[in-house]
């Protein structure tokens, strides 16, 4: 019998860290996503990379989400895709640029893969900020992140996406230094 269901599920310890709660600065959004990541990471629970959603303007924490792929046995487990989706679902949309709600902003740990740059595209979001570059995981942790448009923020200011880089930058490259230092697997297909 084919498999008809897929269920992926965040790390049990995260339920404690996903309260509702407004974060009202970048700063303060960005340090909760780092913190996740890290924790990810010293949990043994997945890869160095963390997400959230949030009301853009007012701060409001909607979902979270940390890497899950190896844990959970699935390449789409990536922390943008596991926020994106727990923030639809959460509010029962497929577009969280539907109207009547307030924009979006998706706050990541590291800019987005090709994959999760796809679901950013296809989530609704109005706003991206991400502290450590493609370049900068590839480089440090050896991930493939796959093939992104060349002119990456051109391509989502073009969608009415816009993006805030390096957000905490030195703070999210000492969590992907420590996923390497902890001799965690490099997961990708290529590897």
Excluded: K
């Amino acid at each position: 019998m084919l498999p008809t269901s897929l269920n992926l599920r965040l790390p049990a310890w995260l339920d404690a860290s996903a309260q509702p709660r407004a974060l009202p600065s970048l700063e303060q959004r960005m340090a909760l996503v780092l913190d996740l990541a890290a924790r990810n990471v010293a949990q043994r629970t997945g890869g160095p990379f963390a997400a959230a959603v949030l009301e853009r303007d007012s701060g409001r924490l909607v979902s979270v989400g940390v890497n899950v792929v190896v844990p959970q046995h699935c390449a789409l487990a990536h922390a943008e895709v596991m926020a994106l989706g727990l923030a639809q679902a959460g509010l029962r949309t497929f577009d969280l640029g539907s109207p009547g709600l307030p924009p979006m902003q998706l706050v990541s740990s590291s800019q987005m893969c090709a994959m999760c740059l796809g679901a950013v595209v296809w989530s609704g979001v109005a706003e991206v900020a991400f502290a450590t570059t493609a370049q900068d995981v590839i480089g440090i942790v050896g991930f493939d992140e796959g093939p992104t448009p060349a002119d990456y923020e051109g391509s989502l200011r073009e969608r009415g996406i816009r993006m805030l880089p390096g957000v905490l930058r030195e703070r999210g490259l000492a969590v992907l230094r420590g996923y390497v230092d902890d001799g965690a697997p490099v997961y990708d297909a290529h590897h």
